[in-house]
């Protein structure tokens, strides 16, 4: 024999199992950090609420980080009142936030300190806003091309890295279209791009080896 449910039974069981869906959504495989979660917080949370508006889908991974796509750019600030961002991610690192995003060896305790060439991180080429490898670092890893101001650094270059995979070659140019100034091959970096190319950089490229 069928049991007829009342309409407010029907209710409080429907109730009853959204209140669960509600409590297992957040931890089902495969749930995105969303980049609306939350707006940036900490002492540079005026900066990367301003990069987001150029870029917006970053996800904040530490007091000094944010990354996009997956971990693929990763753009790391100096403490305000310090010239050169932290190596790794710096700190109040989100754990939850980088172990999705499998940024792990990217806060590694093992990194060289800040203001060499390895704060860059193995995987990915990198600019700075200084020279010395000072300044702001922007990494980059799958991204092929872009356009400095999309990120905030146009004609603020003044040292680069490359650590990256495929033995990647970056070119920097005036802007898309203009004169070269400098090539990037893998390994290799520069402390100082050089005064006729400081804080020039608007665009750059890359092809494989």
Known sequence: MRMRLSSRTR?????????????????????A???????????????????????PGGVQVSDNAMAWDDG???????????K?????????????VVEHLGLEGSNSADFSP????????????CFYTSSNYDGTRYQFS???????????????????????GSRKIIYTYVSNGGSLLWHQPHPGQSSYVGSSNNNRM???RCSHT
């Open 142 to 164: 799958s991204t092929c091309s872009g356009y400095a101001s999309s990120w905030g650094f146009n004609n603020q270059t003044s040292s680069w890295v490359n650590r990256s």
């Open 114 to 125: 800040m203001g060499v060439y390895t704060s860059c991180p193995s995987a990915y080429y």
């Open 202 to 204: 608007s665009y750059w």
């Open 72 to 82: 693929a750019t990763v753009v790391v600030w100096p403490d305000p009142g310090e």
């Open 11 to 31: 209710r409080m069981t429907a109730g009853a199992f959204g209140a669960a869906a509600l409590l297992v959504a957040p931890f089902m495989s495969g749930a």
């Open 84 to 96: 050169r961002a932290p190596s790794g991610l710096g700190s109040n690192v989100r754990t939850d």
């Open 33 to 55: 950090i969303s980049a609306d979660d939350a707006e940036p917080t900490g002492p540079l949370a005026s900066e990367m609420a301003g990069l987001l508006e150029l870029q």
